[in-house]
């Protein structure tokens, strides 16, 4: 008989009052814990602690915890200036290969260079919790939902440190699960019924809700008449299954890699009255046998992720984009089709070509027998401000209907 073992976590350690002292450390982006911890209050000057944060640091809160949000604010505009200056320099940054990166890609690859140096400074300010995450300082909020949506009920394992920018996002999080998301497209397929989705901790939010329209309008393949049976690859919320079965499918199988979406899918199927039209399953990329239809919105940007939620925009290699389509004939039903729901955003970053795209398809023995197309609507296509305005403005989301080539 083999005896479960104790799950094992990364350990944060400091001194204070002259002893040692130690507490589970919370990252979703799984970076190991500083090795250098000071203690920090409302005494200490941001100038200071946005030295100390640079050098990597880490400021341990023992002051009043709204001074410390405030302190988190200061670092930040400190971190806007110097990237403003630094964008305007535009230095040439080598890509991976080490060779030149085209210009065209510069300002993505500086915009990403410079977000992961301002996420690494800004997450220095930590915060300390104990076993029922609650937090020893003054005017600190109540945080036990929110800890609980993203980490689980406490289990009464000890102190855990967590840094207070990811506290805020767990924060953020919970209100987002609680309000959560208008889709149009759900409430014009059943007008009486439910329309919003509600993303958890982790689950990528389906803000950008232009793909959805696409999906809600697309012709359904007549393939459906005689097998009435979709896969929705990477579910993530489960937003695309319940448009799918609002458009009368009798069956959807969503699956997933990520339990956490699949939890979350299976909250909103319920709470939209569609769960027993789908079927969810943890695997990469396909269930078992053929569908008439399957449809995957796979992250749009060929780039590495900086955290767990950033793969639903950003994939290596466009490892799912290419998994999907190398794959998917195997798992259509004759007559049925395959619909790709991708911006052309990485193709104006010059992260990737139309012509890359069409070749991957024509590789996987694939036609294209149709498109729709639509244009963003969020605020960042609108910004000119913005360093990526130029690629912003041009995106174009398009639904590509896919058949077994003949």
């Not at 929110?146 to 840094?163: E, H, I, L, M, R």
């Not at 458009?247 to 990520?258: H, N, S």
Request: proline share 7%; hydrophobic share 40%; glycine share 8%.
């Amino acid at each position: 008989m083999t005896t479960a073992q104790p799950e094992r976590f990364a350990t944060i350690h400091w001194e204070e009052g002259g002893e040692p002292r130690s507490a589970r450390w919370r990252c979703e982006r799984g970076t190991a814990p500083s090795a250098r911890v000071v203690l920090a209050d409302d005494t200490m000057p941001a100038d200071v602690a946005y030295r100390l944060a640079c050098e990597g640091t880490a400021l341990l809160w023992r002051g009043d915890f709204q001074n410390a949000r405030m302190l988190l604010q200061s670092l930040a505009r400190r971190l806007d200036k110097t990237g403003e200056r630094k964008a305007k320099k535009k230095p040439a940054a080598p890509s991976a290969s080490g060779m030149p990166t085209p210009q065209v890609a510069l300002p993505f690859h500086q915009q990403r260079h410079l977000q992961a140096q301002r996420a690494r400074v800004l997450s220095m300010v930590l915060i300390e919790l104990d076993a029922q995450y609650e937090i020893a300082l003054r005017r600190a909020p109540e945080v036990q939902a929110p800890c609980t949506d993203a980490w689980g009920a406490p289990q009464g394992d000890g102190a855990q440190v967590v840094s207070l920018r990811e506290l805020q996002a767990l924060v953020g999080a919970h209100e987002w699960r609680k309000k959560g998301v208008e889709i149009p497209a759900l409430a014009k397929l059943a007008p009486k019924g439910y329309d919003r989705i509600h993303p958890h901790y982790g689950v990528f939010s389906p803000v950008r809700g232009e793909y959805v329209d696409l999906i809600a309008q697309a012709p359904l393949p007549t393939a459906l008449a005689k097998k009435s049976l979709a896969y929705d690859i990477g579910t993530g919320t489960g937003v695309i299954a319940a448009v799918l079965a609002r458009r009368g499918i009798q069956k959807i199988v969503a699956t997933d890699t990520d339990p956490r979406a699949l939890i979350c899918a299976r909250e909103n199927l319920e709470r939209l009255g569609v769960d027993q039209k789908v079927e969810l399953a943890q695997t990469d990329l396909f269930p078992e046998g053929k569908a008439a239809l399957v449809v995957c919105n796979p992250p749009w940007v060929p780039a590495k992720p900086s955290a767990p939620v950033e793969r639903a925009v950003y994939d290596e290699g466009s490892r799912m984009l290419r998994g999907f389509l190398a794959g998917v004939s195997a798992h259509l039903a004759p007559g049925g089709e395959a619909w790709l729901i991708l911006s052309d955003f990485a193709e104006h970053l010059g992260l990737r070509s139309r012509e890359e795209l069409l070749s991957w398809i024509a590789e996987a023995g694939l036609q294209v027998v149709g498109k729709n197309q639509i244009r963003p609507r969020h605020a960042k296509a609108q910004d000119s401000a913005n360093p990526l305005h130029q690629a912003r403005a041009a995106e174009m989301t398009t639904l590509w209907r896919l058949q077994v080539g003949w």
